[in-house]
């Protein structure tokens, strides 16, 4: 069983930066993809990000490509979302997940475990 526990989110201004935090606890980290997600109101849960535990290589959902960054640190077991140029359209819920492999996942159904999620809000 892998905890995740989601922290770092807010309210903060358009073209703020806010940089969310997922600690893994329960196995070892390494072994496991880790991805995050994000749910706006009214709207299905999307893929953000993800970064293979294998090669630290990162993918990223098209309309974020260029403004967020996602990192791992596999000794603290943490994984990192650094969200920059931020915009209204990206207030959401942010949900970090993990799943056991060594394949890129984009697919919320592909994901294992799942965190609470942290609520980040961007005013105009």
């Known amino acids: 069983q892998v905890r995740l526990v989601e922290s770092g989110g807010g309210l903060v201004e358009a073209g703020d930066s806010l940089r969310l935090s997922c600690q893994a606890s329960?196995?070892?980290?390494?072994?496991?993809?880790m991805g995050w997600f994000r749910q706006a109101p009214g709207k299905e849960r999307e893929f953000v990000a993800t970064i293979r535990w294998i090669d630290n290589n990162p993918s990223y959902a098209d309309f974020v490509k260029g403004r967020f960054t996602i990192s791992r640190d596999n000794a603290k077991n943490t994984v990192h979302l650094q969200m920059n140029s931020l915009k209204p359209e990206d207030t959401a819920v942010y949900y970090c997940?993990?799943?056991?492999?060594?394949?890129?996942?984009?697919?919320?159904?592909?994901?294992?475990?799942w965190g609470q999620g942290t609520q980040v809000t961007v005013s105009s």
């Open positions: 997940a993990a799943a056991y492999g060594i394949r890129t996942m984009t697919v919320e159904e592909d994901y294992n475990y």
């Open positions: 329960g196995r070892t980290f390494s072994g496991y993809i």
